[in-house]
């Protein structure tokens, strides 16, 4: 087995995150194989090294002070949640769905006699001679394009979070 | 569980108008927070003020924080999300130690046949953070979250904004990259 098989294997085992079968090959592999033993003893050496390297890098003393100094001018955000309102997102995208059932809608109404439900141009020939329709697709269009918006500003509030 | 408890109600009562009670945060997890910096920026005053705008952005956002991860987790997320912003606009490089600066630094650490066992650990201990400067920036801050700052894979996988699948490939990478600086450089000190 190539070395790095048996370290990726060895790694998961000493990290306690493989499952009972695998745990218990990997036993039987250690319990039998040298080069196993071999590679298992390097690898607890520095698993255990650097579970002991517990220093860390201390900052300035005057660290905090400046902190509680910086915070002081500003104030605690209102949870994001209070102003993006997943109700809201919803309610935009149902209008938007509806108007545009409402359109396909008034197209099969309207359709020639004998043309069936294909799609054809013609079905849409008269749908942007009726400003009923043009003022619903506006509505669609605008309706879209709050709803691209809102879910923008809360991907950037997300990201920023 | 009785940190995470203990670091709640600290929130909550910063939440509710005791602003003051946000130094104890501070005062906790500035170590971590600022050993984490420098994996990304090993300049020690730019990583300081960095580390400073990482707790100044985790009291504005403190209302969002709900308590469905741990607090540290939720903090070394914005470390992560304001260093790699930082470094999106400096483009900045790691500066390995020079070799001259690593030898000048391992002399203090020759094991003689005499040596006390603590002073051995120690020696061992510090050679792991020095051969830790060698990483590139990416494998070192896995490697300092794992281990330093105990993070499981999970919750590293939620700092980094990636796959718990890809935070193992990953740790995995480092660990190697770490032995071979180890096995090339600290032979002796590795036992």
Same mark, same amino acid.
Request: net charge positive.
């Given at each position: 087995?190539?070395?790095?098989? *048996?370290?990726?294997?060895?790694?998961?085992?000493?990290?306690?995150?493989?499952?009972?079968?695998?745990?218990?090959?990997?036993?039987?592999?250690?319990?039998?194989?040298?080069?196993?033993?071999?590679?298992?003893?390097?690898?607890?050496?520095?698993?255990?090294?650097? /579970?002991?390297?517990?220093?860390?890098?201390?900052?300035?003393?005057?660290?905090?002070?400046?902190?509680?100094?910086?915070?002081?001018?500003?104030?605690?955000?209102?949870?994001?949640?209070?102003?993006?309102?997943?109700?809201?997102?919803?309610?935009?995208?149902?209008?938007?769905?509806?108007?545009?059932?409402?359109?396909?809608?008034?197209? *099969?109404?309207?359709?020639?006699?004998?043309?069936?439900?294909?799609?054809?141009?013609?079905?849409?020939?008269?749908?942007?001679?009726?400003?009923?329709?043009?003022?619903?697709?506006?509505?669609?269009? *605008?309706?879209?394009?709050?709803?691209?918006?809102?879910?923008?500003? /809360?991907?950037?509030?997300?990201?920023?979070? | 569980?009785?940190?995470?408890?203990?670091?709640?109600?600290?929130?909550?009562?910063?939440?509710?108008?005791?602003?003051?009670?946000?130094?104890?945060?501070?005062?906790?997890?500035?170590?971590?927070?600022?050993?984490?910096?420098?994996?990304?920026?090993?300049?020690?005053?730019?990583?300081?003020?960095?580390?400073?705008?990482?707790?100044?952005?985790?009291?504005?956002?403190?209302?969002?924080? #709900?308590?469905?991860?741990?607090?540290? &987790?939720?903090?070394?997320?914005?470390?992560? &999300?304001?260093?790699?912003?930082?470094?999106?606009? $400096? #483009?900045?490089?790691?500066?390995?130690?020079?070799?001259?600066?690593?030898?000048?630094?391992?002399?203090?650490?020759?094991? &003689?046949?005499?040596?006390?066992?603590?002073?051995?650990?120690?020696?061992?201990?510090?050679?792991?953070?020095?051969?830790?400067?060698?990483?590139?920036?990416?494998?070192?801050?896995?490697? &300092?979250?794992?281990?330093?700052?105990?993070?499981?894979?999970?919750?590293?996988?939620?700092?980094?904004?990636?796959?718990?699948?890809?935070? $193992?490939?990953?740790?995995?990478?480092?660990?190697? $990259?770490?032995?071979?600086?180890?096995?090339?450089?600290?032979?002796?000190?590795?036992?």
């Amino acid at each position: 087995m190539e070395p790095g098989n *048996i370290e990726l294997q060895l790694w998961e085992y000493i990290d306690g995150i493989c499952d009972a079968g695998k745990k218990a090959h990997i036993e039987y592999m250690l319990s039998t194989d040298p080069q196993w033993q071999h590679v298992f003893q390097q690898l607890s050496a520095l698993h255990a090294s650097s /579970k002991a390297e517990k220093e860390l890098e201390q900052p300035s003393m005057r660290f905090t002070k400046n902190v509680m100094d910086a915070i002081a001018q500003i104030s605690i955000a209102a949870p994001a949640r209070r102003y993006l309102n997943s109700f809201v997102i919803r309610l935009i995208a149902a209008c938007f769905v509806l108007s545009i059932a409402l359109v396909l809608g008034y197209a *099969i109404v309207t359709r020639p006699h004998g043309s069936g439900l294909a799609f054809t141009p013609d079905i849409f020939a008269g749908l942007f001679s009726s400003n009923t329709i043009n003022i619903l697709i506006s509505v669609n269009v *605008i309706t879209l394009l709050l709803l691209v918006d809102t879910l923008l500003r /809360k991907r950037k509030v997300f990201r920023a979070n | 569980m009785q940190q995470q408890s203990d670091d709640m109600l600290l929130i909550q009562a910063i939440l509710q108008g005791q602003h003051n009670s946000y130094a104890q945060l501070v005062d906790k997890y500035q170590a971590y927070v600022f050993t984490l910096v420098l994996r990304y920026v090993p300049d020690r005053p730019l990583a300081e003020e960095l580390a400073q705008d990482v707790f100044m952005k985790a009291f504005r956002c403190l209302a969002d924080f #709900k308590g469905n991860s741990k607090f540290s &987790t939720w903090l070394y997320t914005i470390v992560n &999300t304001t260093c790699l912003s930082h470094l999106r606009k $400096k #483009k900045d490089e790691t500066v390995l130690l020079a070799h001259e600066q690593i030898s000048a630094h391992l002399d203090q650490f020759q094991s &003689t046949d005499n040596a006390d066992d603590r002073l051995k650990q120690k020696a061992r201990e510090s050679f792991i953070a020095t051969a830790m400067r060698y990483l590139p920036p990416e494998d070192a801050k896995i490697i &300092t979250l794992f281990y330093q700052l105990e993070q499981s894979v999970d919750e590293i996988g939620k700092v980094l904004g990636i796959t718990t699948a890809n935070v $193992k490939v990953k740790l995995f990478r480092a660990r190697q $990259k770490l032995r071979e600086i180890i096995e090339t450089k600290f032979r002796n000190e590795l036992v």
